[in-house]
């Protein structure tokens, strides 16, 4: 049973509604939905921004306006993702678009899940070579770079990320970081007191 967040304006329109999804199996719900139908006479900024933000938290959205105000609506929410359909639309359509949506909701959710993942590992990649790369300028080989972010991580219990940031940070602040022999402590301390 698809979970539908129903936003209609009259006590009316919006018990009937209610009533008719929940005959089709789907179910009215007051949050934790899969899609919002958005019943609306007239198009305007605010149903955008509305729109924009349901679909942002996964979940898909229609829109049913009136029929004079069908192609305003459309152009309003052009590139949201949400389907736009006339108040005089068969229930039938307006329960296939419904599915139809809450279905699009999910893939897009799971897409965006894993390019936020692919992000998070593009920027730990890029802050790895970026020590590396201070830890070559110091002397290393990129082979004795790379063994000692892994050695370093290890030995830490941290991920390479943490190794990573801490040589920079280090590098950053003035700090010595290479040869860099000595294991850090948590908080980046050395092991050892390091000499100049």
Do not use: N, W
Not at 81 to 99: E, I, R, T, W
Request: glycine content about 8%; proline content about 4%; aromatic content about 4%.
């Amino acid at each position: 049973m698809t979970r539908v967040l129903l936003r209609a304006g009259t006590g009316y329109v919006r018990e009937k509604l209610e009533q008719r999804l929940a005959e089709s199996g789907f179910t009215p719900v007051e949050e934790g939905e899969e899609v919002t139908l958005i019943v609306q006479r007239c198009p305007d900024a605010a149903l955008a921004e509305e729109v924009k933000a349901r679909l942002a938290r996964g979940g898909g959205a229609v829109v049913v306006v009136k029929r004079e105000q069908l192609a305003a609506a459309e152009r309003l929410l052009a590139g949201s993702g949400a389907a736009v359909l006339a108040a005089d639309v068969s229930f039938p359509v307006l329960a296939g678009a419904l599915q139809a949506e809450a279905k699009a909701g999910e893939r897009l959710f799971a897409v965006s899940e894993e390019l936020f993942r692919l992000r998070e590992k593009l920027e730990s990649e890029k802050l790895v070579m970026r020590a590396k790369l201070v830890l070559i300028e110091g002397g290393m080989s990129e082979g004795e770079a790379h063994r000692l972010l892994e050695k370093q991580a290890m030995d830490r219990r941290i991920t390479r990320r943490e190794a990573a940031e801490e040589i920079v940070r280090r590098h950053a602040a003035g700090q010595k970081t290479a040869p860099y022999t000595e294991p850090l402590q948590p908080g980046g301390k050395p092991a050892k007191e390091e000499r100049e």
